[in-house]
C-alpha cells in the first residue's frame, strides 16, 4: 500500500521519566542497541514525513543533542512550562512551518516497539476514512492508568477520557488511547487552541483535541490494533527490560525466517542493526552488537560479544570479545580470543586461544595461534607467529609497528621489542628477545646459548631425591631408570645444542 507522505510527525519526548530513578534522561535508555527515541525516530522516518519534530524539556541539552546526531534533520521544539501532552504538540507546530497542511502524526519518545509499517497503516486509515483526527487503541485486560476511548451508542468514537478523570463507568472501558494519533494539521491546530487545562493534573491534554473535533462535527476515527507491544511505553527500568526482550524475540525471531540458525534465541542478543547472512549459525550466549555484520555461512559461538565487528563467509568465532574488527572469510577465532580495534584477520587466517590483538592486520592464513600480544602489528599472509610471542608495542612513551613479512615464522616464546621489520620469508628462533630488522631468508636467534655444567647436581643439591636420581641414571648408563622413559627416543642427544 502506498500512502502520501505525511506533513509531519511529532515526537513527544519532554517528559521526565521519574520511574526510571536514572540520571539519563528516560528517552536516551537503550533496547536492541538503539535508544528509545532512537525507535521512535526510526518509526517515524518510514513514513518519509516532509517535517520531523521531537518535543523535549526535561534533560533539553542531553535529548536535544543525541537527536541532532542521529537524525540532523529533525526539528528540536522546546515545551514550555505549560504541562501536558497538548501543549508539548502545540510547541512542536509552533516550531514547523505555519503553512504546514495534511496528515501529522503524533507519537511518543518512549514507545521502542512502535513499527513504521503501523504508522503507515494508521494513515491510510485516517486519510482513507475522510477523519479529522485518528488514534491507535487497544484493548488492555487491565487498562489501568490509561485513557479510556469514549464511543457513541452506534460505535463512533467521540473523546477520550484520562483514568484520573473518568467515573467509575468509564474506567470499565477496556478500550485504551495508545497515545499514538494521525490528525488533520489545521484541525489539530484549531482545537489546540481551545484546550484548556481544567481537569485532574491541571495539563493541556492533547485527548482533548478528540472530543472538541467531534464537537465541531469532524469525523472522528480509531485505529484498533492487536499487537500490544507496539503501544507500550517504558516507564521504568522493569518496562525496559521486558521491552527490550521483546524486541530481541521479534529481532531473532526475524533472522531465523531469513535462514539464519539461532540455537537459543533466550541467549542470543541481536542488535536492531546488525546483519546476518544466510545459513550462519549462532550459538547460545552470543551477543551482536552495533553495527555487526555475519557473512553466509558462518558460525558465531557460544559465548561470544562482537560489538560494530564483520565476520565473513564461513569463519568461525567461539567463545571470543572483538570490537570494531574484521575476520576473513574462512578464518577461526578463539577459544578465548580478544579483538580489539583495528584487528583485520585475512581470509583462512586464524586467532586463537588466549591471543589480545590491536590494531593488527593478519594477512591471508597468517596463524597467531596461541597466547599472543598482537598490538600494532602487520602479518604478512601465511606467516606464522609461534606460542607466546608478545609484539613489545609501548616504551613506556610511544606506541611502535612491526612488521612480520610473508610466510614468516616467529618461534615461540619471542618477544619483539617495536619498531622491528622482519622481512618475508624470514625465521626468528624460540625463545628469542628481538630488537632489530631480520632480512628476507636470515634466522634471528636473540637469546643466550644453552651450556651444560657436569655434576652440579652431586654438588649443589647432595642428599636430595634429584641427586639420588642422577645417580642411579649414571650408575645404569642410560638416561631414565623407570621402564616408560627407557624406551629408545630419538630426540635427546642433540637437544639444546643450538
Ligand atoms: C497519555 C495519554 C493517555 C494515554 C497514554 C498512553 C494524555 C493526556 N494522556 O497519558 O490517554 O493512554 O498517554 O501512554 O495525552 N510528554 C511531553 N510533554 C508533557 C507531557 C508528556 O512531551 O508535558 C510526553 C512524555 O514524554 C511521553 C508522552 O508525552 O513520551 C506521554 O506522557 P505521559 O505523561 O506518559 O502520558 P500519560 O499520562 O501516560
Ligand atoms: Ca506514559
Redesign the pocket.
Known amino acids: 500500500m502506498t500512502t502520501a507522505r505525511p506533513a509531519a510527525v511529532i515526537i ?4 521526565e ?1 521519574t520511574r526510571m530513578k536514572s540520571a539519563t534522561p528516560k ?1 536516551l535508555h537503550r533496547i536492541g542497541g538503539r535508544s528509545l527515541v532512537g525507535h521512535a525516530l526510526a518509526a517515524a522516518r518510514a513514513t518519509n514525513p516532509q517535517h520531523l519534530a521531537v ?1 523535549v ?1 526535561h534533560e533539553r541539552e542531553l535529548v536535544a543533542a543525541h537527536v541532532a546526531e542521529i537524525d540532523p534533520a529533525a526539528t528540536i521544539a522546546d ?1 514550555d512550562e505549560v ?6 504538540t502545540e510547541c512542536a507546530l509552533d516550531a514547523l512551518p505555519t503553512d504546514l497542511s495534511g496528515t501529522v502524526l503524533v507519537t ?3 514507545v521502542p516497539l512502535l513499527t513504521g509499517a503501523t504508522l503507515v497503516d494508521l494513515i491510510a486509515r485516517h486519510e482513507g476514512s475522510g477523519s479529522a483526527a485518528t488514534v491507535i487503541t487497544a484493548n488492555l485486560d487491565n487498562p489501568q ?3 479510556r476511548i469514549i464511543r457513541d451508542t452506534d460505535g463512533a468514537v467521540a473523546g ?1 477520557v ?1 483514568q484520573k478523570d473518568a467515573t467509575e463507568e468509564q474506567r470499565a472501558i477496556t478500550e ?4 499514538i494519533y494521525a490528525f488533520d494539521a489545521a484541525v489539530l491546530r484549531e482545537a489546540l487552541g481551545r484546550v484548556g487545562t481544567d481537569n485532574a493534573q491541571g ?1 493541556k ?3 482533548d483535541v478528540l472530543g472538541i473535533a467531534r464537537e465541531a462535527g469532524r469525523p472522528v476515527g480509531a485505529h484498533l490494533i492487536d499487537d500490544l507491544w507496539q ?1 507500550e ?1 517504558v ?1 521504568d527500568r522493569v518496562q525496559l527490560a521486558t521491552l527490550g526482550r521483546e524486541l530481541n524475540r521479534r529481532n531473532t525471531e526475524r533472522w531465523m525466517r531469513e535462514g539464519v540458525t539461532i540455537v537459543d534465541p533466550a541467549t542470543t542478543w541481536i542488535d536492531v542493526d546488525v546483519t546476518i547472512g544466510r545459513d550462519a549459525t549462532i550459538l547460545p550466549n552470543t551477543q551482536l552488537l552495533g553495527a555487526t555484520t555475519i557473512g553466509a555461512g558462518a558460525t558465531i559461538g557460544p559465548d561470544t560479544t562482537l560489538t560494530d565487528t564483520e565476520v565473513g563467509e564461513r569463519a568461525e568465532v567461539k567463545r571470543t570479545e572483538a570490537n570494531l574488527a574484521e575476520i576473513g572469510p574462512e578464518a577461526s577465532v578463539g577459544p578465548f580470543s580478544y579483538l580489539r580495534p583495528g584487528t583485520v584477520l585475512g581470509a583462512k587466517g586464524k586467532i586463537g586461544g588466549f591471543v589480545e590483538t590491536k590494531n593488527a592486520q593478519i594477512g591471508d592464513g597468517a596463524k597467531v595461534p596461541h597466547l599472543t600480544y598482537a598490538g600494532d602489528v602487520t602479518i604478512g599472509e601465511g606467516a606464522n607467529i609461534g606460542a607466546g610471542t608478545i609484539f613489545a608495542n609501548y616504551d613506556g612513551v610511544a606506541k611502535h609497528h612491526t612488521t612480520v613479512g610473508k610466510h614468516s615464522f616467529v618461534g615461540s616464546d619471542t618477544v619483539i621489542v617495536a619498531p622491528v621489520d622482519i622481512a618475508d620469508g624470514a625465521y626468528v628462533a624460540a625463545g628469542s628477545t628481538l630488537t632489530g630488522d631480520v632480512e628476507p631468508g636470515q634466522i634471528a636467534v636473540a637469546r643466550g646459548r644453552q651450556k651444560n655444567v657436569d655434576g652440579w647436581v652431586a654438588r649443589a643439591r647432595a642428599g636430595t631425591k634429584t641427586e639420588a636420581a642422577a645417580q642411579a641414571a649414571t650408575e645404569a648408563g642410560t638416561r631414565h631408570t623407570d621402564t616408560a622413559a627407557t624406551e629408545p627416543t630419538t630426540h635427546g642427544d642433540e637437544q639444546g645444542r643450538a
Open positions: 513527544l519526548a519532554a517528559g521519566g528517552v518535543v524539556r515545551q504541562k501536558g501532552t497538548g501543549r508539548a511518543y519518545g518512549d492508568g490509561y485513557g477520550i484520562e485504551i488511547n495508545s497515545g495539563e491534554y492533547l485527548t503501544t511505553g516507564n
